[in-house]
């Protein structure tokens, strides 16, 4: 084997490496840096080694407490909307039409919310539910619905639940969307022949044709509701109380709010493990679901 | 298992207004026996899948009825009609094992479950399908899997007929044969009425007792394969069955003779009337047409080209304008190109716009 060596190559490498090290190398490693420093300002640093991070992981402590009381309520926000969005989002991809001017239709009204900004999703959600002014709130109390998205948690967490559903299940329900249209005919005239059920068309073929969309949804859904901020500080601001304050939240109240790079550095790193983690884990799952693709083609 | 009448049966994906020409199917009537073997054999865009597909209830007709042992269920749903139908490709449920896969339209009808259990087993047995009952249907080669179609399509023994849309394209040439044998012997054991469809002569003339070739959305001939072969009812199925295809020429018919080129052939029966305006050839096999030394009394021909099947041999050879396929006896061997054509007269057709005319004896 002749191998041309030709250092010029590095040339080519090179301004990657320089754009990778400013964009994502050096912000980690300050945040690293900031990680185990503490500050009061006025630009001056004192070495606390991994003080911050224990402090993270013990729920006796002011830090690990707000950190573990955000990240668990993140993880019941995320559980709950996926449970919403993706039973959901098949439901509304299976009823839509299949062929005609309708499915442009549908497909233009589907795409709209995930097409508005998400501060103004925020704005959107923050007016409507205000039981002054807003259509949702006003109509509610109307009808003597004692709602206030300020002042009573529930309402607090319902109005941030059925945000989200309204902004992202369109999402789910295109990819699902997708994946029934790769359906070949023949599968449904063959379960017609069959005598089987709708029930059992979704059980034999919907369902198993779309698992693979579905995976790629759930993990978007995850990660995304996972690191969500905007929408809920627009329009809770993490309140009343602490009650819709998610891990970004937090983050951004320990950094920008007090001041205290130290401890936000210490938690945006271990947010981020947490993170990679997760995604770790669904791309193991994911390309194993995919190693039985590739032994099902070679063997067709 | 069922008697299959179609009466007036037509359709067109444009509607019922359009144009008759148009029909991917033109009105058809016909009557199919219990427990036959049936295939419908024609090129692609003949409206055999159409056919198929009406009888299925996948296809509503524009016209006409369908009887099952003498009942309209024209217009019956498909999970109605009591149709099994394999399709052209493999269609397999992904999460089930291959014994599921079987039980699958079983269960959908509510048949007992040891009933279920007999009848997997049995038709596992006769597809050789046993040693993969309990494994995942999708991980298995293409041919298994249109063995598990086949399967689901024979699986239920009260069906009025099982219907095969080109079953075979996705195998093996190697296990195609295997295949069809076994749908024969298929046929014979469970006794069912299939209905096969296909573009394959072959496939269609080993399947079937009762071949009914199509073209142009039109059933031209329906008949047995050795009907097919010596008494094409149409110049389409002339040339369309057999390899070579019929020699159809234009002619001069009257009584007893027939002149091509200048050149007088002898017939078997007496053409006395024809059509008039019609457009008359005659069409011969080249099975019944050999070539022979340049003699007086034999049309002459000059050799194209000569193609070497194996078993036998057959000449391209040009007539005038006319073209040819003439077989050639065994160790003949031309000195130049010039040969004599010795037509078989019993096996000459005569053919009045494209239509077989039947002479008087």
Same mark, same amino acid.
């Given at each position: 084997?002749?191998?041309?060596?030709?250092?010029?190559?590095?040339?080519?490498?090179?301004?990657?490496?320089?754009?990778?090290?400013?964009?994502?190398?050096?912000?980690?490693?300050?945040?690293?840096?900031?990680?185990?420093?503490?500050?009061?300002?006025?630009?001056?640093?004192?070495?606390?080694?991994?003080?911050?991070?224990?402090?993270?992981?013990?729920?006796?402590?002011?830090?690990?407490?707000?950190?573990?009381?955000?990240?668990?309520?993140?993880?019941?926000?995320?559980?709950?909307?996926?449970?919403?969005?993706?039973?959901?989002?098949?439901?509304?991809?299976?009823? =839509?039409?299949?062929?005609? +001017? *309708?499915?442009? %239709?549908? #497909?233009?009204?589907? /795409?709209?919310?995930?097409? @508005? &900004?998400?501060?103004?999703?925020?704005?959107?959600?923050?007016?409507?539910?205000?039981?002054?002014?807003?259509?949702?709130?006003?109509?509610?109390?109307?009808?003597?619905?004692?709602?206030?998205?300020?002042?009573?948690?529930?309402?607090?967490?319902?109005?941030?639940?059925? =945000?989200?559903?309204?902004? +992202? *299940?369109?999402? %789910?329900? #295109?990819?699902?969307? /997708?994946?029934?249209?790769? @359906? &070949?005919?023949?599968?449904?005239?063959?379960?017609?022949?069959?005598?089987?059920?709708?029930?059992?068309?979704?059980?034999?073929?919907?369902?198993?044709?779309?698992?693979?969309?579905?995976?790629?949804?759930?993990?978007?859904?995850?990660?995304?509701?996972?690191?969500?901020?905007?929408?809920?500080?627009?329009? *809770?601001?993490?309140?009343?109380?602490?009650?819709?304050?998610?891990?970004?939240?937090?983050?951004?109240?320990?950094?920008?709010?007090?001041?205290?790079?130290?401890?936000?550095?210490?938690?945006?790193?271990?947010?981020?493990?947490?993170?990679?983690?997760?995604?770790?884990?669904?791309?193991?799952?994911?390309?194993?679901?995919?190693?039985?693709?590739?032994?099902?083609?070679?063997?067709? | 298992?069922?008697?299959?009448?179609?009466?007036?049966?037509?359709?067109?994906?444009?509607?019922?207004?359009?144009?008759?020409?148009?029909?991917?199917?033109?009105?058809?009537?016909?009557?199919?026996?219990?427990?036959?073997?049936?295939?419908?054999?024609?090129?692609?865009?003949?409206?055999?899948?159409?056919?198929?597909?009406?009888?299925?209830?996948?296809?509503?007709?524009?016209?006409?009825?369908?009887?099952?042992?003498?009942?309209?269920?024209?217009?019956?749903?498909?999970?109605?009609?009591?149709?099994?139908?394999?399709?052209?490709?493999?269609?397999?449920?992904?999460?089930?094992?291959?014994?599921?896969?079987?039980?699958?339209?079983?269960?959908?009808?509510?048949?007992?479950?040891?009933?279920?259990?007999?009848?997997?087993?049995?038709?596992?047995?006769?597809?050789?399908?046993?040693?993969?009952?309990?494994?995942?249907?999708?991980?298995?080669?293409?041919?298994?899997?249109?063995?598990?179609?086949?399967?689901?399509?024979?699986?239920?023994?009260?069906?009025?007929?099982?219907?095969?849309?080109?079953?075979?394209?996705?195998?093996?040439?190697?296990?195609?044969?295997?295949?069809?044998?076994?749908?024969?012997?298929?046929?014979?054991?469970?006794?069912?009425?299939?209905?096969?469809?296909?573009?394959?002569?072959?496939?269609?003339?080993?399947?079937?007792?009762?071949?009914?070739?199509?073209?142009?959305?039109?059933?031209?001939?329906?008949?047995?394969?050795?009907?097919?072969?010596?008494?094409?009812?149409?110049?389409?199925?002339?040339?369309?069955?057999?390899?070579?295809?019929?020699?159809?020429?234009?002619?001069?018919?009257?009584?007893?003779?027939?002149?091509?080129?200048?050149?007088?052939?002898?017939?078997?029966?007496?053409?006395?009337?024809?059509?008039?305006?019609?457009?008359?050839?005659?069409?011969?096999?080249?099975?019944?047409?050999?070539?022979?030394?340049?003699?007086?009394?034999?049309?002459?021909?000059?050799?194209?080209?000569?193609?070497?099947?194996?078993?036998?041999?057959?000449?391209?050879?040009?007539?005038?304008?006319?073209?040819?396929?003439?077989?050639?006896?065994?160790?003949?061997?031309?000195?130049?190109?010039?040969?004599?054509?010795?037509?078989?007269?019993?096996?000459?057709?005569?053919?009045?716009?494209?239509?077989?005319?039947?002479?008087?004896?």
């Amino acid at each position: 084997m002749d191998k041309t060596i030709n250092q010029k190559a590095w040339f080519l490498v090179l301004p990657v490496f320089a754009v990778v090290a400013f964009s994502a190398i050096l912000p980690l490693m300050t945040v690293v840096n900031y990680s185990m420093q503490d500050t009061f300002g006025n630009n001056q640093f004192f070495w606390n080694g991994v003080g911050w991070f224990k402090e993270l992981l013990d729920p006796s402590t002011d830090l690990g407490g707000r950190f573990l009381a955000s990240l668990g309520r993140n993880l019941l926000f995320s559980a709950i909307i996926l449970a919403i969005e993706v039973p959901l989002g098949i439901v509304v991809a299976l009823s =839509m039409p299949r062929e005609g +001017w *309708t499915v442009a %239709v549908c #497909l233009v009204i589907l /795409a709209l919310p995930l097409l @508005i &900004p998400w501060n103004v999703v925020g704005t959107i959600w923050q007016i409507f539910g205000r039981p002054d002014i807003g259509l949702l709130g006003y109509t509610l109390n109307s009808l003597g619905i004692d709602y206030n998205y300020v002042s009573n948690e529930f309402d607090a967490w319902a109005t941030v639940i059925v =945000m989200d559903v309204w902004h +992202w *299940t369109s999402l %789910v329900a #295109l990819l699902c969307y /997708a994946g029934l249209k790769s @359906i &070949p005919d023949a599968y449904y005239q063959a379960a017609q022949i069959d005598g089987a059920s709708r029930w059992a068309v979704f059980k034999a073929i919907q369902l198993p044709k779309m698992n693979r969309v579905l995976l790629i949804a759930v993990l978007l859904r995850f990660m995304d509701s996972f690191m969500i901020y905007t929408e809920p500080f627009v329009v *809770t601001g993490g309140g009343p109380g602490n009650s819709t304050t998610f891990v970004s939240i937090e983050l951004v109240k320990i950094a920008l709010g007090q001041f205290d790079l130290g401890k936000a550095a210490a938690l945006s790193l271990v947010y981020n493990l947490i993170i990679l983690i997760v995604c770790w884990v669904f791309y193991t799952v994911m390309t194993n679901a995919g190693v039985e693709r590739p032994a099902k083609k070679g063997g067709a | 298992m069922a008697r299959i009448d179609l009466v007036d049966l037509a359709h067109s994906y444009g509607g019922n207004a359009a144009p008759p020409e148009s029909f991917a199917l033109k009105p058809v009537t016909m009557t199919w026996r219990q427990g036959g073997a049936y295939a419908l054999l024609g090129p692609s865009g003949c409206g055999k899948t159409t056919l198929l597909n009406l009888i299925s209830g996948i296809v509503t007709p524009s016209r006409g009825k369908i009887l099952f042992d003498g009942a309209d269920i024209t217009p019956l749903s498909t999970q109605k009609r009591n149709i099994a139908q394999v399709f052209q490709f493999p269609v397999i449920y992904d999460t089930m094992t291959v014994g599921q896969n079987l039980a699958f339209p079983l269960q959908n009808r509510g048949v007992p479950k040891a009933e279920v259990e007999a009848r997997v087993k049995q038709i596992a047995d006769l597809l050789d399908l046993t040693p993969y009952l309990g494994r995942k249907a999708t991980r298995l080669t293409a041919d298994a899997k249109q063995k598990i179609s086949l399967g689901r399509g024979l699986v239920r023994s009260d069906v009025a007929a099982v219907l095969f849309d080109e079953p075979l394209t996705v195998i093996d040439p190697e296990l195609k044969w295997q295949l069809r044998s076994k749908l024969k012997a298929l046929h014979r054991e469970l006794d069912l009425t299939m209905i096969y469809v296909t573009h394959d002569q072959t496939e269609a003339l080993t399947f079937a007792d009762t071949v009914v070739v199509m073209h142009d959305g039109r059933v031209v001939q329906s008949g047995t394969p050795a009907e097919l072969f010596d008494k094409p009812a149409h110049t389409f199925v002339g040339y369309f069955i057999g390899s070579p295809g019929m020699n159809i020429v234009p002619a001069a018919v009257s009584g007893h003779e027939a002149r091509v080129d200048g050149h007088t052939i002898g017939l078997h029966r007496n053409y006395g009337v024809l059509p008039a305006g019609a457009k008359i050839e005659i069409g011969v096999r080249p099975e019944f047409l050999h070539v022979a030394a340049p003699a007086s009394g034999l049309l002459s021909a000059t050799i194209e080209r000569i193609d070497d099947l194996g078993r036998a041999r057959f000449a391209r050879v040009r007539v005038g304008d006319e073209k040819f396929s003439a077989r050639m006896p065994p160790g003949f061997s031309v000195p130049d190109n010039m040969v004599g054509l010795v037509f078989d007269p019993a096996h000459v057709h005569v053919y009045a716009d494209s239509r077989l005319v039947e002479g008087v004896a």
